[in-house]
C-alpha cells in the first residue's frame, strides 16, 4: 500500500495572469478568508554548495532559502514560486520541514480578482533595500 505523507493542494479559483510591471502573478477568482490555507507546494530542494550556480540562472527570481541540514534553497511547485512581493502581504509563506512543503496561507480576507502577494523579506531578516530587485 502506498503510504502518503502529503499532498499538493491548491485552492480552486487561483489563476496567472501578467501585470505590465511585475511580470506573471497569482491572483484569486474567489473571495478568500483570513487564515484560509491558500495552497501546499511539494518544493524541489537545492543541496549546499548548488546555491551558487542557482544564483547565477533563471531559477535567482524564483528559489526560497531553506535552511536544513545538507540544504541552502529550493523551488516550490505549482504557483509557490510565482507569488510576488509587496511590504503589505496578504498572504504568509510557512516552511513545512517535517513534510518539506511550502504552506500559503491567507493573513487577511482577499477579494474576488486581487493578486495573492507575500513579503520576500522574510519576516525582517533583510529590508526592502536589500532585494535584488526595486519593490514597486
Not at 23 to 49: A, H, M, S, W
Not at 101 to 130: A, H, P, W
Request: aromatic share 12%.
Amino acid at each position: 500500500m502506498l503510504a502518503i505523507r502529503s499532498a499538493m493542494l491548491q485552492v480552486p479559483g487561483l489563476i496567472i495572469m501578467e501585470d505590465s510591471v511585475k511580470g506573471r502573478g497569482v491572483y484569486t477568482t474567489i473571495e478568500l478568508n483570513k487564515g484560509d490555507l491558500i495552497e501546499i507546494c511539494p518544493i524541489i530542494k537545492f543541496p549546499q554548495g548548488q546555491l551558487e550556480h542557482i544564483d547565477k540562472s533563471v531559477l535567482f527570481d524564483y528559489y526560497f532559502l531553506w535552511e536544513e541540514d545538507g540544504y541552502q534553497g529550493c523551488v516550490a511547485l505549482g504557483y509557490g514560486s510565482i507569488y510576488n512581493h509587496s511590504s503589505e502581504p496578504n498572504a504568509i509563506v510557512i516552511f513545512d520541514y517535517t513534510d518539506s512543503t511550502i504552506k500559503i496561507e491567507c493573513s487577511q480576507k482577499v477579494n474576488i480578482g486581487d493578486e495573492l502577494l507575500i513579503d520576500y523579506t522574510g519576516d525582517g531578516i533583510r529590508t526592502e533595500d536589500q532585494l535584488w530587485f526595486k519593490p514597486v
